[in-house]
Structures are given as C-alpha cells and as structure tokens.
C-alpha cells in the first residue's frame, strides 16, 4: 500500500544521501539524491542535490544538462539558464541543450536570444516537433506572425496530434487573415484531446 510505498521511499532517500556522502564528487550520487528527495515531493532537497551536481561537474555538458532539465521539471526555469549555458557552450551541437536554452531565455523574457538559440536547435534537428512549437511562441511574442504560422505549421506536420500546436496555428492564421486556414486549424484542435500547454522538456 502507499505506507510501503513512501517506506521504500525514504529508504532510497537515506541510500542516497549515504552515496553522496561516501562519494561527494561523483555527480551521479547527487542525481540520484535529487530524483529520491523528488520522488518524497522535497522540492528544496531537490534543488539543493541538482546545485550540487551542476558544483561537481562544471565540465560535463551531459551533466550540466541534466541538471538544467531538473531545473525545469521543477518549474525553476530561470535557475535552469546557467547551467545550460554551460552546457551549450560546452556542446554546440547538441539540439536539445540548445533548444531548451533557448525556450528557457523565450519564456524568461529574453526573446531575441531565445530564438536564436531555438533556430540553432531547429537546425541542428529539424524533425524534433517542440523547438518549432517553442520558436513559433517567441515569434508571435515578438509580433512576428508569418514567421510563426511557418514554425507552427512544422510543429503540427512533426507533432500532429499535439493541440496546442493547433491552436496556436489557427490563432496567427487569423493574425495574417487567413480564415479559412484558422478555421481548419481550430477544428482540427477540437477533434484532439485537451493537453498540457507547452512540450515537456526532456526528462530526468
């Protein structure tokens, strides 16, 4: 039952904390202390394991970037940026580290280099479907509207069952004066199932 359930919990809990202290720079015990102080709903614990990671491991982009990523499952996104700066420094060809570095930046209020780091990863994998949705919201922040019906127009060919995706493309079909096309796009949102509001960033 649950009560076992959260036992078997802090018993990974304690495990955890007992690695990092019997091997302090080894980044993967960290990891594994914030997934356990996660799996409890310790959110401080969590942020305070992922800190220590990003200390012990300033010259791993893998790393780095899995601790950015933690940070934003835990909605922390702008305490996300450092670390993925790093990372993409340290691996600029790595899409995901830098589209998620630029959706970070977007939604932080720093849309110019946000896009830019979003373009970066769209054009270092075009087929992933969330850097095109992420670059069509930058775009239409910055009033951008043709620019964003073409990057939601690949978010929906690569993600066609993704709603928001749709409804974001009826919603600059509209902006341009393409009402035929909206209308299409919003029908074709209200045929799909209602689902969160943006992609999930890469989980941990």
């Given at each position: 039952?649950?009560?076992?359930?959260?036992?078997?919990?802090?018993?990974?809990?304690?495990?955890?904390?007992?690695?990092?202290?019997l091997?302090?720079?080894?980044?993967?015990?960290?990891?594994?202390?914030?997934?356990?102080?996660?799996?409890?709903?310790?959110?401080?614990?969590?942020?305070?394991?992922?800190?220590?990671a990003?200390e012990v491991?300033?010259?791993?982009?893998?790393?780095?970037a899995?601790?950015?990523?933690?940070?934003?499952?835990?909605?922390?996104?702008?305490?996300?940026?450092?670390p993925?700066?790093?990372?993409?420094?340290?691996?600029?060809?790595?899409?995901?580290?830098?589209?998620?570095?630029?959706?970070?930046l977007?939604?932080?209020?720093?849309?110019d280099?946000?896009?830019?780091?979003?373009?970066?990863?769209?054009s270092?994998?075009?087929?992933?479907?969330?850097?095109?949705e992420?670059?069509?919201?930058?775009?239409?922040?910055?009033?951008?509207?043709?620019?964003?019906?073409?990057?939601?127009?690949?978010?929906?060919?690569?993600?066609?069952?993704?709603?928001?995706?749709?409804?974001?493309?009826?919603?600059?079909?509209?902006?341009?004066?393409?009402?035929?096309?909206?209308?299409?796009?919003t029908?074709?949102a209200?045929?799909?199932?209602?689902?969160?509001?943006?992609?999930?960033?890469?989980k941990?």
């Amino acid at each position: 039952g649950c009560a076992g359930q959260l036992g078997n919990k802090e018993e990974s809990l304690q495990y955890a904390k007992k690695a990092t202290a019997l091997a302090p720079s080894v980044v993967f015990t960290w990891i594994q202390l914030a997934r356990a102080e996660r799996a409890l709903g310790h959110t401080q614990g969590t942020l305070d394991a992922i800190a220590k990671a990003a200390e012990v491991s300033p010259d791993s982009a893998a790393m780095l970037a899995v601790v950015g990523y933690s940070y934003i499952n835990l909605n922390q996104v702008p305490q996300a940026i450092p670390p993925l700066q790093r990372a993409a420094r340290l691996a600029p060809r790595d899409y995901l580290v830098q589209s998620q570095l630029g959706y970070c930046l977007m939604t932080t209020g720093q849309v110019d280099a946000g896009i830019s780091y979003l373009r970066k990863g769209s054009s270092l994998n075009p087929k992933y479907g969330p850097v095109w949705e992420h670059l069509g919201l930058a775009y239409q922040e910055k009033g951008n509207h043709g620019d964003a019906v073409k990057a939601f127009e690949r978010a929906t060919q690569l993600m066609p069952n993704r709603r928001p995706a749709w409804q974001h493309l009826a919603d600059e079909y509209r902006a341009v004066g393409r009402m035929q096309d909206a209308q299409r796009a919003t029908a074709r949102a209200q045929s799909l199932p209602a689902g969160n509001s943006k992609p999930a960033p890469k989980k941990v």
